[in-house]
């Protein structure tokens, strides 16, 4: 397990941009695979993106594009950069950490470690 810590989240209108960030602080994650999930009111806790030890990324289908996941092991962070925000975009998003995890569609039930979660509002 490492301890995970978002930052980043905040409010935006439509068509705005976010970067989130997630810290492990004191920990070396470069076997790590690291991801983001979110959560809307109402709704499952969802799989955004991943990135894996070596850099390949896989994303959801809805922020393929828009979406941009990147790692910085030296600082012990994983980024998640946000365009092109929409509505539909809004929820807490989640930091989260596999050990020796791969580049895939993530469940829930790959996630070793999770962050607390930073509210992304999105007005219209």
């Known amino acids: 397990q490492v301890t995970l810590r978002e930052s980043g989240g905040g409010s935006v209108q439509a068509g705005g941009s976010l970067r989130l960030s997630c810290a492990a602080p004191?920990?070396?994650?470069?076997?790590?695979?690291l991801g983001w999930f979110r959560q809307a009111p109402g709704k499952e806790r969802e799989f955004v993106a991943v990135?894996?030890?070596?850099?390949?990324?896989i994303y959801a289908d809805s922020v393929k594009g828009r979406f941009h996941i990147s790692r910085d092991d030296a600082k012990s962070a994983v980024y998640l950069e946000m365009n092109g925000l929409t509505p539909e975009d809004a929820a807490v998003y989640y930091c989260?950490?596999?050990?020796?995890?791969?580049?895939?569609?993530?469940?829930?039930?790959?996630?070793?470690?999770w962050g607390q979660g930073t509210q992304v509002t999105v007005s219209s």
């Open positions: 004191g920990r070396r994650i470069d076997s790590y695979a």
């Open positions: 989260a950490a596999r050990q020796a995890g791969g580049a895939y569609y993530w469940t829930q039930a790959d996630v070793h470690s």
């Open positions: 990135i894996s030890w070596s850099g390949s990324t």
